[in-house]
């Protein structure tokens, strides 16, 4: 990862985002947003595509032979992530009570959320087993004390290490994959960076780097994939910019 990279772009960014028409930054922003929600849910099995995500958030209209949970996830994960923009808008640092909240959100009309597992969870298909209750209450502890105290030296590698000690931890009985990607942003959004999303045709090479970190606490498979994906969310920015000043 070259974040010295990363971190000029931002500063070009920065410097000129406020050039572009707010008309191309809502349609880009709106896309951005139907596309995480999408990838989002998908990764974890809902079965909606891009287009029923699409009518499902912007006409509100439910999708037929499709099942009930899957349209919530697909309502409740747009509502979480305008939750997230609206508290870094407050300037709130994240914390429990937000993941809570996430959580919450996330879960409406599904299961009681922002509650903790009291129950021994197994994912599938992975080398890593989340800690009992009793275990994971002390690491989920000791994740909000390292959150607190994170040095934010690498805005990029804060936001990698919080969604995958989170997930590692595994707090939640279900939606634990969702909230953390949405802690990642985030982590990215309150350090001046862009939201990524990780394609549902990545989950792949996305699981892989997740279990790195959960096996061997090796963070850098997982950070190098999002300072990737930043790098794409910059550039494409930077030419909107580049275009918008050829025009002119």
Known sequence: MN????????VLYEQAKDTLPDITVKSYVQAFELEYTHNSTAIEGNTLTLLETKVVLEEGLSVGGKKLREIYEVIN????????????????????????DIHAILTENIMVGGIYRNMEVYISGAAHTPPAPNEMYRQVENFYA????????????????????????????????????LIMNYQLLANGFLPVSIAKEARLDYFNALEAYAVHRDLQPFADMIASLEEQQLDRYLGMIERQEQQE
């Open 77 to 100: 994960h747009n509502k979480a992530y305008q939750h997230v923009k609206a508290s870094i808008a407050q300037r709130q640092p994240l914390g429990e009570a937000i993941i809570k």
């Open 3 to 10: 974040y010295s990279e990363l971190l000029r772009k931002k």
């Open 146 to 181: 390292d959150l607190a105290e994170k040095n934010t030296a690498n805005a990029i590698e804060l936001a990698a290490w919080t969604h995958a000690e989170f997930v590692r931890i595994h707090p939640f009985a279900d939606g634990n994959g969702r909230t953390s990607r």
